[in-house]
């Protein structure tokens, strides 16, 4: 399994053949703060370690990165120097009729609230918007995720609607989720 076919951000097992795998022509990012570098299935263990904190754990479930398949998903580490500070994704409608992109982004607890998710996001949302032609993008935070929203509206996201029930979480009830789209007018 490659770094782009890891169900989110969980990679699995370090690779048996030792040594990072980077697929080819993923790019280096580079933002004011961080930089987004393709993950590796190396990362799998600080990655989960993330993943297994309470203010992670809050709004990502381990288990949706293990069971589910995100076909196409572009995964990378966002990085603070030499440190792991979370994992930032996105997938894309290649479809040129409907062409987008969707996000999603975790930073481990040590890292929030210092502008490294919204670096992040700037980050990449420059790289799908300008090296990658996309004209739409969305997000879809949980309804209750009032940090996300904040970071994603203060980026230019705008909501679009309630998705009722949309998850399913730890104590098996159903969670909204807001959906949020950045639409850039081509035409600017
Ligand atoms: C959501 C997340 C990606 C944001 O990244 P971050 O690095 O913490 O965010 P930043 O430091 O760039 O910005 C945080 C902003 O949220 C604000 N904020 C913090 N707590 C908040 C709250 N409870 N309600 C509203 N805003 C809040 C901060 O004041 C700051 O806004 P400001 O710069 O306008 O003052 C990160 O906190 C995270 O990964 N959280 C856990 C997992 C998660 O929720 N992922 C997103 C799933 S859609």
Redesign the pocket.
Known sequence: MTAAEAPHCASGEPDARGGPRVAAGDPILRGDRVVLRPLTDHDAPAILTILAEP??A???RRAEWEQVTEAGATVFAVMVGDAIA?CIQFTEETDPDYHSASI????ADA?????????AMRTLIAYLVGGRGHHRLT????AA????I??YE?LGFRPVGTMHAYERVADATWRDALLMELVIDKRD
């Open positions: 203010g992670v809050a709004w990502w979370g999603d982004v975790f930073v890292w929030q609230d210092r502008g490294v998710g919204s670096d997000v879809d935070p949980a995720n009032a940090r996300a904040h970071v203060r």
